[in-house]
Structures are given as structure tokens and as C-alpha cells.
């Protein structure tokens, strides 16, 4: 555990957000490890296949990862405050709720997935292989949920390291699983969904199992779970907002990914390759926005409100560093990366043209995201959600409908940055009203 309260805030965030910025990039080695196997031994198909899904997937679990994010703000306010019992009460109440949410998760998308599929018009080339990884992979949802909650309820109580240490053994055996079920076993697209199955249930029972006999507070035991109504009342009126922003986010993707479709199995394949690209570039951002949001919320509870502007002017330096490093980085190496994932000639043309329009403007995406880590360390996730939501579906969504017309597939792609600079526009603005100060929950 790191006390984030005392210190100066550009080394205490700095090495709170870099074990979490490691996590996540072995976790997106995790997804990229299918990607490049699938695409390189079952070929652009299955590749599609694979990429389609995740936008689903994402909107399946985004609004149960939305409001257990309460949990993790009033853990580290908690924390914050001195207040061990309150964190505990908070921490039991977070992983009932995951237990009954992830089950209700795979029950909704074992019904609906192919209809949805079929509703966005998904090629009938690849429908067929999407539907059975979508299926598959829900079978893991309850090991998903517990290990993405207790990581999140560590790096609340300012513990960053830990689960990327179960993470990184995770990935390893997800490429050796991946291998196995796919080049060894010939098991297909199956065999890719089975393999993260198996990798995220590895780490979730043993992090768990460590977390018993090595946590001071943190101590998982089914017949001692304790429901605090409470507390997972505060919890959902600070983690609702974030719900239903995820889930409207979710399902922006996956109304971008119905115009994407229009355009065959070559864009999808290039869509899917070139997002998890984008992905793994926005990670710094993100990762920092988090490690913000924790300073934030200890500070906060701590009553030290004066070092919030502190914490935000430090990781707008390192932010916007890594930001211009990484978008002339992807657009030098654009071609290469994409050669990782498949070898048509088509699919790496599209998806260059993705990495260059979109790359050029990741200090845009990086500003927007820690900006708003301010606002979601204060417990303020109403605004940020109205602003997201704004910049999703009135600029980014019709921009790309109205602009592939004009420009191809192309346009579609320049909706993207366009969004992202009314979302830091926005962001900034509501920032400097300051009305995000009186949202704290201690």
C-alpha cells in the first residue's frame, strides 16, 4: 500500500502509474497475443472474427466496470481518511456485487449475441467464428470481474505492483495456451477464447489466494462477506455515472463498427489490428489518469485539496511527453506493427492510414483523459459522463457516418481526433469552474 498524501506529486504518481502501465500493457499483449496467433495461423477471417467481438465484449462489461469504479474511489478516500473498517466494509459489498453481475453477464450474452451480430450487419463470412469466441469467452466472466475488481481495489489503497506481478505470469501462460490451442490442437478461434479463459482464471484464484495470507486487509472468505447497503448505495451514485458512460461508449463502438462493416472483411480486419495498436498507445494516458485519480482521491480524503493542482500539472508533463513520443513512434513504425498481426497488403494499407490520422493526435486523447482523472478522484462522474456521451455520439459518430460518404473509409478515421479535441475542450472547461471540488464523499 502507498500513502499518495505526502511527498512531491510528480515521483509519487510517476511510480504509482508505472507498475499499473506495465500491467496494462501485458494486459494488452494478452488481447494482442490472440490478435497476431489468429491472424498469422487462421488467416484475416478469423482475424475479423476475433476483432468484431470485442466491441461487444466491451459492452457487456462496461456498465458492471463502471459502477464497481465507486468502490474503488471510496476505497482510496477511505484509505485516505484513516478509516480501515469503511475500506473493508467497502471491499466486501464490491465483490457480491461482482459475483451476481458477472453471472447475470454471461446469461445476457450467451441470448443475445449473434442477434446482435446479425443486427449490425456483421459479414456472414465471419459470423459464425464471432459468435462462438464471444460465447466462449463469456464463460470466464466471474474470473474476469474478480481479477479486474481486486486490482482495482489495490491501486485504490495505493498498491499498483502486485497485480502486475499476477498479470505478467497470466500473460505468459495465455501465449503458451494460445500456442497450444491454436497451432498445436487446431482448435480455431475456439481455442483463442478458451486460452484467455483459462489465463484469467489462473490469475484471479491465485492473486485471490496470495492476497489471504499476505494482505492486512484484504482477505477474501465466502462465508465472512459482509453486504453493506450503505455503502454500495454511495458507491452506485458515484460509479453510475461511469456505468452508463461506459455503456454508451460501448455501444458507440459498436454503431462505428456497423459503418466499418459496409466496407468488407479487409476494413474490419484492419479496424480490429490497428485498434489494438491504438489501444496499447493510449495505455500512458490512461494509466495515468488512473494513478491521478487515486492521488486525487487520498488527497482529498486526507483534506489536502491544494495538492490536486499540484498532482494534475505533474502528470500533464509526463502525459504529454509520452503522448509525442509514442504518435511519431506509431507513425514511423506503422507498416511493421502492422505486419505483426497480418501479411495481406490491403489490411496494412488501411490500417496505416488509421495509425497516421489517429496517431498525430494522441497529446489530445492524453489531455483529455488526466483532465478528467481529477474529476473521477473527486467522485464527480456525472459531467465527465454528459461530456463523453456529447463527444461520442453528436461529433464522433455522425461525423464518421456523414464523412465516410464524402471521403471513404478515411473519413471514418478523422472522426475520431475531431471528438477527442471537443472532449478536451470540454473537459478543461468544466475543470476550471471548479464545481467538481464539492463531489467528494468524506
Not at 485539496?305 to 513504425?333: D, E, F, N, P, Q
Amino acid at each position: 500500500m502507498q500513502d499518495l498524501t505526502e511527498g512531491k506529486p510528480i515521483g509519487l504518481i510517476f511510480r504509482f502509474a508505472t507498475p499499473m502501465l506495465i500491467g496494462n500493457v501485458f494486459q494488452q499483449i494478452y488481447n494482442v497475443t490472440d490478435s497476431i496467433i489468429v491472424g498469422k495461423f487462421l488467416g484475416k477471417e478469423a482475424l475479423a472474427a476475433v476483432g468484431a467481438s470485442f466491441p461487444l465484449i466491451f459492452l457487456l462489461i462496461s456498465f458492471i466496470i463502471g459502477i464497481s469504479t465507486g468502490s474503488t474511489i471510496l476505497v482510496a478516500q477511505y484509505f485516505g481518511a484513516k478509516d480501515e473498517n469503511k475500506v473493508r466494509r467497502t471491499i466486501n459489498t464490491m465483490y457480491i456485487f461482482l459475483f451476481f453481475a458477472s453471472i447475470l453477464v454471461m446469461i445476457v450474452g450467451f441470448l443475445f449475441t449473434e442477434s446482435i451480430f446479425r443486427a449490425i450487419k456483421l459479414p456472414a463470412d465471419i459470423l459464425p467464428d464471432a459468435t462462438l469466441y464471444m460465447n466462449l469467452y463469456l464463460t470466464g466472466s466471474l474470473f474476469f470481474f474478480g481479477f479486474n475488481g481486486t486490482s482495482a481495489v489495490l491501486r485504490g489503497l495505493g498498491d499498483s505492483k502486485t497485480p502486475l506481478y499476477f498479470l505478467i505470469l497470466s500473460t505468459i501462460a495465455n501465449i503458451f495456451l494460445d500456442l497450444l490451442f491454436i497451432v498445436v490442437f487446431k482448435w480455431g478461434v475456439a481455442g483463442a477464447a478458451l486460452a484467455t479463459v483459462l489465463a484469467q482464471a489462473g490469475a484471479s484464484i491465485t492473486l485471490v489466494l496470495y492476497l489471504n495470507h499476505a494482505h492486512p486487509i484484504i482477505k477474501l472468505s465466502l462465508n465472512k462477506l459482509k453486504w453493506d447497503r450503505g455503502i454500495f448505495n454511495t458507491s452506485v451514485k458515484i460509479g453510475l455515472p461511469t456505468g452508463f458512460q461506459q455503456t454508451f461508449v460501448s455501444i458507440g463502438m459498436i454503431a462505428l463498427l456497423r459503418i466499418v462493416n459496409d466496407y468488407g472483411t479487409n476494413v474490419i480486419a484492419a479496424y480490429s489490428v490497428a485498434g489494438r495498436i491504438d489501444n496499447m498507445a493510449g495505455l500512458p494516458a490512461m494509466n495515468f489518469g488512473t494513478a491521478l485519480s487515486t492521488f486525487v482521491g487520498q488527497n482529498i480524503g486526507a483534506k489536502k485539496m491544494h495538492r490536486v493542482k499540484l498532482g494534475l500539472t505533474s502528470t500533464l508533463k509526463m502525459s504529454s511527453w509520452t503522448a509525442i513520443i509514442t504518435s511519431v513512434l506509431i507513425i514511423i513504425c506503422r507498416y511493421p506493427l502492422m505486419r505483426l498481426f497480418v501479411s495481406d497488403p490491403d489490411v496494412i494499407a488501411i490500417g496505416g492510414e488509421y495509425l497516421v490520422i489517429v496517431g498525430s493526435f494522441y497529446l489530445m486523447f492524453s489531455t483529455m483523459f488526466v483532465i478528467g482523472g481529477v474529476m473521477r478522484g473527486a467522485g464527480d462522474t456525472l459531467i465527465p459522463m454528459f461530456i463523453t456521451l456529447f463527444s461520442l455520439w453528436i461529433i464522433r459518430i455522425p461525423l464518421a457516418a456523414l464523412l465516410s460518404k464524402q471521403f471513404g473509409v478515411i473519413g471514418i478515421w478523422w472522426a475520431i481526433p475531431i471528438a477527442w479535441t471537443m472532449g478536451t475542450f470540454l473537459s478543461f472547461l468544466y475543470y476550471k469552474t471548479g464545481r467538481w471540488k464539492k463531489k467528494a464523499r468524506i
